[in-house]
């Protein structure tokens, strides 16, 4: 017979009204369901349920292991390293716990020696690195960048560069990168937009590396221009293998069109994520160390959500743990640094809405669960008409919520090449801001594999049975 929680406080005193001490093998459930949260990506879920599993047995090793897992998933190493600790003290013979121990200690002692380095530097690397004295060597056919002379015709050449699977020369790069990089920083962290009662704005979801995807997008609804503006939602890397062309070819189109291509950060274009997830991998092995960190200068001026024509309040997240946010409050929010453990800012980057009302702890364990009333409240004490967010798949790429007051979009189909799901973008009208919803279908891509730069000890985190 299948084993269901009862109502109690602490979910472990009774299991399908069987009392705990009658139910020896309570850790097991809850190990097994860690597990089953871990490998949907549910690491707040993992870790509570891991939690759940060493408070019925201490001395369970998988539930140790489990935590574990969620903790580095969760980008928190340190917490992470006390459970296989413990797990090798239950365990001593196992050779894959003292493994991840290892893998564990070594990820631990790199972040404190990245810090200590850290705090030698006095300047950013865009106030030290010199363009100037990189070669682009006389084999280089691709296109040619000019700084602060950033055309449409250099976009779509890059474009088409890139589609042939060829990077262009770094010292372009650099550029690129450096120059969004000053653009960004006479940014602020919500950006209002303004589309006329003739115009309209398509606002795009999660792209996650999928180049050829977005390319796609471009064919199906235009390529930006001050008469067909963009407004992308922040995940532009990691999981897809394609994400430097994704992020090059988004910053080249916002040099050329400041006013009419907008990017809001999401959750990834964060240090902890492109760390396990692939972008830095992929920039490392494309270009170098110093154009990652050029990179990750560049996420932190991003802003964090974006209004248009004063009703529709745009972010890549959700919405927050206490009511009454005004868009004055999240305006003043410190938008220049690596996220915090919570806060206006995290719950921007990370929070998901839920059926229903009220709040609950986010599945992600980070930023909160949301439900219809918080949606309704922010809306009436901001004025404004709806939420876009973005941050989930959803099966046709789009999902409606909240009575029409919030809408998901998401523009990654077929999400790492294996869950079938559609794309979508969003056309809004300049008039009346109503929402016009397109979803696509996958395109085919050159034949690398999403996750192909992540970080190895992901893979086998996820792969723990």
């Given at each position: 017979m299948a084993i269901e929680l009862s109502e109690d406080d602490d979910g472990l005193d009774s299991l399908d009204g069987?009392?705990?001490?009658?139910?020896?093998?309570?850790?097991?459930?809850?190990?097994?369901?860690?597990?089953?949260?871990?490998?949907?990506?549910?690491?707040?879920?993992?870790?509570?349920?891991?939690?759940?599993?060493?408070?019925?047995?201490?001395?369970?090793?998988?539930?140790?292991?489990?935590?574990?897992?969620?903790?580095?998933?969760?980008?928190?190493?340190?917490?992470?390293?006390?459970?296989?600790?413990?797990?090798?003290?239950?365990?001593?013979?196992?050779?894959?716990?003292?493994?991840?121990?290892?893998?564990?200690?070594?990820?631990?002692?790199?972040?404190?020696?990245?810090?200590?380095?850290?705090?030698?530097?006095?300047?950013?690397?865009?106030?030290?690195?010199?363009?100037?004295?990189?070669p682009v060597d006389a084999s280089y056919t691709g296109p040619v960048y000019v700084s602060g002379a950033c055309t449409s015709d250099f976009c779509q050449q890059l474009m088409e560069h890139q589609r042939k699977e060829l990077v262009i020369a770094k010292k372009f790069a650099y550029q690129i990168v450096l120059d969004m990089i000053e653009m960004l920083k006479t940014s602020s962290t919500l950006v209002d937009i303004e589309v006329p009662d003739m115009g309209e704005v398509t606002v795009c979801g999660d792209v996650h590396g999928q180049f050829y995807d977005l390319l796609n997008i471009f064919s199906l609804n235009g390529i930006p221009s001050e008469q067909n503006p963009y407004l992308f939602n922040g995940d532009f890397v990691d999981r897809g293998s394609f994400s430097v062309e994704v992020i090059l070819t988004l910053f080249a189109w916002k040099l050329a069109y400041p006013n009419h291509l907008h990017l809001a950060r999401g959750n990834h274009e964060t240090r902890n994520m492109n760390k396990l997830y692939g972008f830095e991998g992929e920039v490392t092995k494309k270009y170098d160390e110093d154009l990652y960190q050029l990179f990750c200068e560049a996420f932190c001026l991003l802003p964090l959500c974006?209004?248009?024509?004063?009703?529709?309040?745009?972010?890549?997240?959700?919405?927050?743990?206490?009511?009454?946010?005004?868009?004055?409050?999240?305006?003043?929010?410190n938008r220049d640094c690596e996220p915090p453990d919570e806060g206006l800012m995290t719950e921007m980057l990370w929070s998901d809405p839920q059926p229903g009302r009220g709040r609950a702890p986010s599945k992600r364990g980070v930023g909160v669960a949301f439900g219809q009333d918080v949606t309704e409240n922010f809306l009436k004490v901001n004025n404004l008409k709806m939420v876009i967010r973005s941050h989930e798949m959803k099966e046709e790429g789009y999902e409606i919520e909240h009575d029409g007051k919030l809408v998901t979009v998401f523009s990654a189909p077929n999400y790492c090449d294996q869950m079938g799901n559609k794309g979508a973008f969003i056309r809004l009208d300049g008039k009346t801001m109503t929402p016009k919803y397109k979803s696509f279908a996958h395109v085919p891509h050159p034949n690398v594999r999403p996750m192909q730069y992540a970080n190895p000890m992901l893979g086998q985190l996820m792969g723990m049975a």
């Open positions: 069987v009392s705990k001490s009658k139910n020896p093998s309570v850790q097991i459930y809850y190990a097994n369901r860690a597990f089953c949260h871990i490998k949907m990506e549910n690491f707040g879920s993992a870790l509570v349920d891991a939690t759940k599993a060493i408070e019925a047995k201490e001395d369970f090793p998988k539930g140790w292991y489990r935590r574990g897992t969620a903790q580095m998933a969760l980008g928190r190493p340190k917490e992470a390293l006390r459970d296989f600790m413990q797990l090798c003290k239950l365990a001593p013979n196992d050779k894959d716990a003292r493994d991840k121990l290892k893998q564990c200690q070594k990820q631990v002692n790199a972040e404190k020696f990245a810090k200590a380095i850290g705090c030698e530097k006095t300047k950013p690397i865009s106030e030290t690195v010199n363009v100037e004295q990189m974006h209004v248009i024509n004063q009703q529709v309040f745009v972010v890549h997240g959700g919405l927050f743990s206490k009511d009454d946010v005004s868009l004055e409050s999240i305006r003043k929010v």
